[in-house]
T-cell receptor, first 114, second 114 residues
């Protein structure tokens, strides 16, 4: 079975802290994504990666960076957390960047920045 | 953004009844996907329909796509309490890079009462 795991289900951080959200997939997928989900706004794409060390900005990359050193792992970094980054963060992967493929999601990390 | 918009925002029915959710979008797409999200969890892929397809079935799910109207519908027949969840449509376009990018709508919250 396809599996995407995220390092934490719940996380509480203080304003200004550096925050790392980790995502691991065990399906040898090329493509990985980070979304944030907010009430009334749906899912919005922050960054995606189509290969190791490759990344592309999504719709809302400001305040975030990413790292993909290994194919199975995609990290989202909040360099200096702010209260407006309080949200649910969802990681996903798909088999290839091109073509008609579904995405497989992790369980999500609910981040609160105080 | 070609964000999909689901209608209705919320739907409450009894077990055994059918549930219909609609999705409208703004620009041309390569495929459209439906996902389910149980409360506080990640999304689970339900079904993918390509732009050259008009209807697709999977178990109790039926999806239609009308590219001329830029709309899709998801029908869940003989609903069960376990179908209680939020349902999202996601439109896929390949863009200049050829990479598939999904844009999610804001979702329909379905409540199925026993």
């Amino acid at each position: 079975d396809v599996k995407v795991t995220q390092s934490s289900r719940y996380l509480v951080k203080r304003t200004g802290e550096k925050v790392f959200l980790e995502c691991v997939q065990d399906m040898d997928h090329e493509n990985m994504f980070w979304y944030r989900q907010d009430p009334g706004l749906g899912l919005r794409l922050i960054y995606f990666s189509y290969d190791v060390k490759m990344k592309e900005k999504g719709d809302i990359p400001e305040g975030y960076s990413v790292s993909r050193e290994k194919k199975e792992r995609f990290s989202l970094i909040l360099e200096s957390a702010s209260t407006n980054q309080t949200s649910m963060y969802l990681c996903a992967s798909s088999l290839l960047p091109q073509g008609h493929y579904e995405q497989y999601f992790g369980p999500g990390t609910r981040l609160t920045v105080t | 953004s070609q964000q999909g918009e689901e209608d209705p925002q919320a739907l409450s029915i009894q077990e055994g009844e059918n549930a219909t959710m609609n999705c409208s979008y703004k620009t041309s797409i390569n495929n459209l996907q439906w996902y389910r999200q149980n409360s506080g969890r990640g999304l689970v892929h339900l079904i993918l329909i390509r732009s050259n397809e008009r209807e697709k079935h999977s178990g109790r799910l039926r999806v239609t796509l009308d590219t001329s109207k830029k709309s899709s519908s998801l029908l869940i027949t003989a609903s069960r309490a376990a179908d209680t969840a939020s349902y999202f449509c996601a439109t896929a376009s390949f863009g200049n890079t050829g990479f598939q990018k999904l844009v999610f709508g804001t979702g329909t919250r379905l409540l199925v009462s026993p």
